[in-house]
């Protein structure tokens, strides 16, 4: 593992000994590139995305800690995303590459938020997969309750030929609709604006495109968040070019509807892993 300067941020390479890479912002924990097997750059990151401390990274992999969206009394997405990190650890295996981060609550976390919680990301990288693991820990003498996400922006050819699947049957909160239903079709196509809560996610999802499928695997986050700003939202991101939404998607895991309680030295994590196949 390397260390290296990303548009101005501090920022660990990992470089499996098979060429496998991704690249770790100490800024939010934020993976921002992942290329398994030295292949094309499997995660979206905005060519508008701003890098500076406080302000979240538009692609990657944001961390969004101790809330999901604005689910809570704190700004979106929590302040993980937009917090300092420490690199605790980065090292090179036979056949993988591996770094952990930490951020641990301050005097800053606690003036939002009361949870005196150590949140340590792993991420991995190997051959044809990443794995990216979230441990919470309640470090202090109260429970404490939060939501979270793994907010993965896929890398995509073009989204209107993507097919996403293995949701079928699955409980689904529409967020742009506020209706709850049930999804029926193997598999669902983007051609609009799609912000999703699926719950309950136990296959594996399928992202199809032309000539490449990535599959997209959760354990311990039950919630799945399908996103795509489409057309207009775009336009109101300053941080995405007008045409980014067809190369991106969101697929995060999540745990959104049941939010997790941590007694006292009781500890949680979830995992999402990506494998190209
Ligand atoms: O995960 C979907 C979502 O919560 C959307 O509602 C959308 O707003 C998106 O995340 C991005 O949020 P952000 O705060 O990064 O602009």
């Not at 470089?15 to 890479?21: L, V």
């Not at 793994?150 to 989204?159: G, I, R």
């Not at 296959?203 to 700003?229: C, F, G, K, M």
Request: proline share 5%; glycine share 8%; net charge negative.
């Amino acid at each position: 593992a390397e260390r290296i300067d990303f548009h101005g941020m501090p920022a660990t390479r990992l470089r499996a000994p098979d060429g496998s890479e991704a690249i770790v912002l100490d800024h939010g924990a934020h993976v921002v590139s992942w290329k398994p097997r030295g292949g094309p750059d499997r995660l979206y990151l905005s060519p508008d995305a701003v890098f500076k401390e406080g302000t979240a990274v538009r692609g990657g992999v944001p961390i969004c800690f101790p809330q999901f969206a604005s689910n809570g009394p704190l700004p979106s997405h929590g302040f993980a995303r937009k917090s300092k990190w420490e690199l605790v650890d980065a090292r090179v295996g036979e056949d993988y590459a591996m770094a952990n981060l930490r951020l641990r609550y301050s005097d800053a976390t606690l003036a939002q938020w009361q949870g005196k919680f150590v949140l340590e990301l792993a991420i991995s990288v190997s051959g044809d997969r990443l794995d990216m693991e979230m441990d919470v820990l309640n470090d202090g003498d109260e429970s404490f309750s939060f939501t979270a996400a793994l907010h993965t922006y896929l890398a995509v050819k073009e989204v209107e030929e993507c097919m996403l699947e293995g949701l079928r049957g699955q409980e689904c909160s529409d967020s742009l609709t506020k209706k709850r239903f049930r999804e029926s079709g193997t598999s669902f196509m983007i051609d609009q604006e799609v912000d999703r809560i699926y719950h309950g996610t136990k296959n594996a999802l399928l992202l199809r495109e032309q000539h490449r499928a990535l599959a997209i695997y959760s354990e311990n986050l039950p919630d799945t968040v399908v996103w795509n700003p489409w057309v207009e939202r775009s336009k109101q991101l300053q941080d995405l070019p007008d045409n980014g939404f067809r190369r991106m998607l969101c697929v995060e895991g999540a745990v959104v509807e049941t939010p997790i309680v941590l007694a006292p030295q009781e500890s949680w994590w979830g995992r999402q892993t990506l494998m190209t196949l």
